[in-house]
């Protein structure tokens, strides 16, 4: 198999073949994020990734989980998802889901009868960073988003049947914005419907343009008894309709928590508060990462 550049996955995607459909991500534009700042995207020919398909079956006795990075390949069109989702499914008969990320644009790009199709040929997953419910916040990160924008495309994949796990980063508002990025998320999490919810903690990375702003004093960064005041109003305001599981396991986060909305939001909330009065309940700075 033949793997460019740096390769990234979902936290959920642990034990996953990963497989490089495309190189970098479409956009690379979002002034947070170090992922693919030195790749240029590009799409991989399918011989190439049907290649690296049969070399995996040679070394894997089972695949139950595929994942086709790199950073949004549902940009890809649909006859070649379908491709992809019909090449792995042959490949591997006793695959259960092949996942993909996928941003806002991706999914608008496609019609309802499109994602259907990528329902039905087996696409079980899409993640996709939100990363804010705030207008401007998005703005200032340069997403190339807008909060309704994400909110329709999450709400026309479930409604084809595909789940969406989406990503939100704690202090991604900064001090200046921290009110307005919790509530807006919180709002925006209720709002959209999506299966699953992941947060993140905002870890700013050297050469990304965030970082820059931090030097030079113009983004103030949260501590960490600040991300969990808005990780309390995130949870204040998610006002879940569906079921919504939501996590907080990923290596940047100090605190972990994990339930389903609404029915665990009173028991989140006292977990995070708990950690406000208690720093042991926390995971201590020197396990953090990207």
């Not at 030195?38 to 989980?65: C, W």
């Not at 919790?182 to 709002?187: D, H, Q």
């Amino acid at each position: 198999m033949n793997y460019e550049g740096n390769v990234y996955r979902p936290p959920s995607e642990a034990y996953s073949l990963i497989i490089q459909a495309t190189i970098g991500c479409s956009h690379n534009s979002c002034s947070f994020c170090p992922m693919y700042a030195d790749e240029k995207f590009r799409v991989r020919p399918f011989e190439d990734v049907f290649r690296d398909l049969q070399e995996a079956r040679v070394e894997n006795p089972r695949v139950e989980r595929l994942f086709y990075a790199d950073g949004d390949a549902l940009c890809l069109k649909t006859d070649k998802l379908l491709a992809l989702l019909g090449a792995a499914y042959s490949i591997f008969p006793e695959c259960q889901r092949v996942s993909v990320y996928g941003r806002a644009d991706n999914i608008k790009a496609k019609s309802d009868d499109e994602l259907r199709q990528l329902k039905a040929a087996g696409l079980g997953m899409i993640y996709l960073g939100a990363e804010s419910g705030s207008d401007e916040v998005l703005r200032r990160v340069n997403k190339g988003e807008t909060r309704a924008e994400l909110i329709e495309a999450v709400q026309r994949a479930e409604a084809a049947g595909i789940p969406v796990s989406v990503t939100f980063i704690s202090g991604l508002g900064g001090r200046e914005l921290m009110r307005e990025h919790a509530v807006e998320t919180g709002t925006m999490i209720g709002e959209m419907g999506a299966s699953y919810v992941g947060l993140l903690t905002l870890l700013t990375a050297p050469g990304t343009p965030i970082f820059n702003d931090m030097a030079r004093g113009k983004f103030k960064q949260l501590t960490t008894p600040e991300v969990l005041q808005e990780l309390e109003l995130i949870l204040e305001n998610a006002e879940c309709k569906k079921p919504c599981v939501m996590r907080s396991n990923h290596a940047s986060n100090r605190l972990v928590i994990k339930g389903t909305l609404p029915q665990d939001r009173d028991r989140l909330l006292a977990q995070v508060r708990a950690a406000m009065n208690d720093s042991h309940l926390l995971r201590p700075k020197q396990y953090r990462g990207f």
